[in-house]
């Protein structure tokens, strides 16, 4: 089974703080995803990559920075956390648009 | 980027067959439809994909028109277990975009 593996799953920050959310996948797969879900709003999709080094804006990127150095790992960044940035991140992997394998989720409070 | 409608909540019961209905008008000529699962607190599942006519696996059937204008997600003999969200999503180049998805709630 393919896995998604994403760090933490529950993180507090403070506002202001420079935040790290760490997905890594174990199937080699080239695509890479992050999303945030919020109550009503459901899955948004925030940056994504094709490959190492290459990432893509998606949807909501305001805030936020990725980085891809390795094909396993894709790791989201808030560059100065913000309350409203309080939600559940998700990350994704697939060899192909579709069959999206998604990891448990963070959810990342900031106070 | 085909932009996809669903109802906002469905309620069933144990042992009932539900459909659900997703409409999406711009769907280009080699789009596959998909559909994803999510329980509380957890990322997203895949459970079914199709182009046209019918697909069945083990969890569910997903039948699209000749149109293609729109699919069914069928899931038969729903249990408590089949509580979930339930998104139908629009084929994208370049990354899936989920709606908000539809709000299953089976009761006993």
Same mark, same amino acid.
């Given at each position: ?111 | ?6 109802? +906002? ?10 459909? +659900? ?21 957890? &990322? ?15 969890? !569910?059937?997903?039948? +699209?028109? !000749? ?16 509580? !979930?969200?339930?998104?139908?999503? &629009?084929?994208?180049?370049? !990354? ?13």
């Amino acid at each position: 089974d393919v896995k998604v593996t994403q760090s933490s799953r529950y993180l507090v920050k403070r506002t202001g703080e420079k935040v790290f959310l760490e997905c890594v996948q174990d199937m080699d797969h080239e695509n890479m995803f992050w999303y945030r879900q919020d109550p009503g709003l459901g899955l948004r999709l925030i940056y994504f990559s094709y490959d190492v080094k290459m990432k893509e804006k998606g949807d909501i990127p305001e805030g936020y920075s990725v980085s891809r150095e390795k094909k396993e790992r894709f790791s989201l960044i808030l560059e100065s956390a913000s309350t409203n940035q309080t939600s559940m991140y998700l990350c994704a992997s697939s060899p192909a648009p579709g069959g999206y394998t998604f990891g448990s989720g963070t959810r990342l409070t900031v106070v | 980027l085909a932009k996809t409608t669903q109802p +906002i909540s469905m309620d069933s019961y144990e042992g009932q067959e539900v459909n +659900i209905t997703c409409s999406h008008n711009n769907i280009a000529t080699n789009d596959y439809i998909t559909w994803y699962q999510q329980f509380p607190s957890q &990322g997203p599942r895949f459970i079914i994909q199709g182009y046209k006519t019918k697909v069945t696996n083990e969890v !569910a059937s997903l039948f +699209i028109p !000749a149109d293609r204008k729109s699919s069914t997600l069928s899931l038969p003999r729903v249990s408590l277990s089949d509580t !979930a969200v339930y998104y139908c999503l &629009g084929p994208s180049r370049r !990354a899936l975009t989920f709606g908000s998805g539809t709000r299953l709630q089976v009761q006993p």
